[in-house]
């Protein structure tokens, strides 16, 4: 029998063997070099190994048999790798910025395809329909939808089909677009990085364009740092930056000094109408969604608004809402009778159209549904509903949520930074009672569900396995997550450093 001859420094002569002894030897001898990578990384301060390194042995060989070449690929998908900065890109988008020069940019159309054609005339949503199942039927008008997708074409996600919409317009005939809709997923930042990196991994796939509002003053007026332009800056989430459009406030106004609520809602109003001043190649009919940082809504709901004809506006998303972590959930009492989940709902969704004809880029207004028929605006809402139809609507019920909302997760140190920044005239303010933030009593509330004013209970999930626990992200990702994502007591968690810090 044949064997493959390896010498350091000599010619490497190969005869025909099944397996090559040298190239086991070198992919072994790779795959330590890539186990000391790591370690290293580990030891230097990075939280994070790389979570999935594809191996890719590329062997071309010649017809008889001798290996030519041999390479290794790094498909690195680490979890907090933007955190960390362990993906190095040499010419990210916000390596030279200037926030004072901020950057104009060009919306694209998405070219990625979300039907199929079934039979001669059907199409079917590509991502609710089981194809193979479909095929089989004899039947080819009929997509055969899977779980938790409705509708002929199976394009209508829980969230839609159980929430207010078919409720409210059970006979509504949806349409698909052949060119889907441009998103802009639009939100003031703080220091919510956990859930900006769920937002980016969940949702950039279907948004467009994110764009950040942040200011260097907190809804209190005190000066603070730029954290995330800062972190853009070093390459935080340098792989996704291209799709990121950041708008700066620098200013405190006097009125905000004097109006606490005026002051939590102007840095809205500035991202509505200087930031999107920054994206060119806007259509009427692209959709402006308006989140709170800590608002995430699901990649099913945002997807179907933008691939379909059909609905009306401004939509609402009924989303779960978590207290300091996913454990707990928001809860109410009703007349005695126990305690039962509290869903955060908000008006979140409106076309550009609307937005610009109706609200004057105010995109505060999105969430407040009465201030858009008040007299100052009602003259635009009449002549835009000449051709447009204009009706609130709610996506979203328990068990059917349209997102998340995770109140206050953060540290025990986030929590007091989000108490010193709330507005003046948010009673009981409790960032001014210096016993509320005190670490070990937030970190008490964290453990038995309980709010600051010591009355105010959460219910515990007791599952963590359920199916809409916790984005995705996060669920893929538990250890560098574990610290929002479970009770401070569970396994995870006891005994170990915060995280994410």
């Known amino acids: 029998m044949k064997i493959c001859r390896c010498w350091t420094g000599k010619k490497m002569e190969c005869y025909r063997f099944k397996f090559c002894k040298c190239v086991l030897l070198l992919i072994l001898l790779q795959t330590i070099v890539i186990l000391g990578i790591n370690l290293l990384s580990f030891l230097r301060g990075n939280n994070t190994l790389i979570r999935s390194l594809a191996l890719l042995e590329t062997f071309s060989t010649n017809s008889t048999g001798h290996v030519y070449n041999a390479s290794i690929i790094y498909l690195g998908n680490s979890t907090t790798f933007d955190r960390n900065y362990l993906e190095i890109v040499k010419n990210y988008k916000f390596k030279e910025y200037k926030t004072n020069k901020p950057r104009k940019y060009f919306i694209k159309d998405n070219q990625r395809k979300y039907f199929i054609s079934i039979g001669k005339t059907h199409m079917c949503f590509l991502q609710g329909t089981d194809i193979l199942k479909t095929r089989q039927t004899s039947n080819d008008s009929q997509c055969v939808c899977k779980p938790y997708y409705y509708g002929r074409d199976c394009g209508i996600p829980e969230a ?73 800056q070093e390459g935080y989430m340098a792989r996704y930056q291209e799709k990121i459009v950041h708008v700066k406030l620098d200013y405190f106004s006097e009125r905000a000094k004097a109006d606490g609520w005026y002051a939590d809602s102007y840095i809205r109003t500035f ?46 998303f009924a989303m779960r809402w978590n207290i300091f972590n996913f454990h707990w959930l928001s809860s109410y009492n009703m007349f005695g009778t126990g305690s039962y989940e509290h869903l955060s709902t908000v008006y979140a969704v409106a076309t ?150």
């Open 352 to 501: 550009i159209g609307f937005l610009e004809k109706v609200l004057d880029y105010d995109a505060f207004h999105i969430r407040k549904v009465q201030a858009w028929k008040e007299e100052k605006l009602v003259t635009r809402l009449v002549e835009y509903t000449k051709d447009h139809w204009v009706q609130e609507w709610v996506a979203g019920k328990p068990g059917h949520y349209a997102g998340w909302h995770c109140s206050w997760c953060f540290s025990p140190q986030g929590i007091v930074r989000k108490l010193d920044s709330a507005q003046a005239n948010d009673k009981p303010r409790w960032g001014d009672y210096p016993s509320k933030k005190d670490h070990a009593y937030i970190l008490s509330l964290m453990t038995q569900g309980r709010w600051f004013n010591d009355i105010d209970t959460y219910l515990a999930v007791t599952n963590s396995q359920e199916r809409f626990y916790a984005p995705s992200y996060f669920l893929e990702n538990p250890q560098e997550y574990r610290s929002i994502l479970y009770h401070p007591n569970h396994p995870s968690n006891l005994g170990k450093e915060w995280k994410p810090p």
């Open 271 to 316: 991202m509505g109408q200087k930031g999107l001043s920054l994206i060119e190649g806007l259509r009427d009919d692209d959709l402006f969604v308006l989140s709170d940082a800590d608002e995430l809504p699901s990649k099913e709901i945002i997807t179907f608004l933008k691939v379909y004809d059909g609905y009306p506006e401004p939509i609402g």
């Open 160 to 232: 839609a089909w159980f929430g207010m919409y078919y409720k409210i317009y059970p006979n509504t005939t949806l349409r698909p677009r052949s060119v889907p809709r441009r998103v802009i997923n639009g939100l003031p930042v703080n220091h919510e990085f956990a859930m900006f990196e769920a937002r980016i991994h969940e949702l950039n796939d279907i948004v467009d364009v994110f764009l950040i509002a942040e200011s260097n003053y907190t809804a209190h007026g005190d000066h603070k740092e730029l954290l995330f332009i800062k972190r853009f």
